[in-house]
């Protein structure tokens, strides 16, 4: 998965790397993958939960609700963050994912420093396996062109979580 990314950011006219940072890519970096950080929460549903506009990089707000809280034990110690759907078209049939944006004391080290990104499977039962190997950085990681939810506050871990993309630098010649 990680090589077609990096073949996705180097050739797709989608990538959101600015073609001065194609030049020279030869991938992104990853903290080393870990079943570890491949973790079993417990789910809490929201049905009520609270409708609120994410703050973004940009400053244009994004409604999100609140759909659920994710309770789980880490190597780091036990934790907890909210997943969110977007709120901007009603109901609808319900969401297909959770976004589930979080920093963590790895943010702004050796990962990004606006926190990182989950997309998870709607859960069918109370519990659902949340894969840290697979957070991503928002686009505005690597170019400003991008408008990113930032991560709310309640969703700061008090942990550092090694799993997933690690911080963009650009290469040079």
Known sequence: MRKQKDEAFTYEAWSP???E???HFSGLSYFPPSERWRVVAKVTRLDDGQVFDMATSTGEPRRQ?????LDFSTPEGPASLFAYEDASHGHGHGPQSLFVPFRDKTSGRESYGAGRYLDL?????DELVVDFNLAYNPYCAYSESYSCPLPPSENWLEIPVPAGERQFKPESA
Not at 65 to 69: E, K, P, Y
């Open 17 to 19: 790397l600015p073609p």
């Open 21 to 23: 940072d194609r030049v």
């Open 65 to 69: 609700r609140r759909a659920a809280r």
């Open 121 to 125: 499977d709607v859960p069918h039962g």
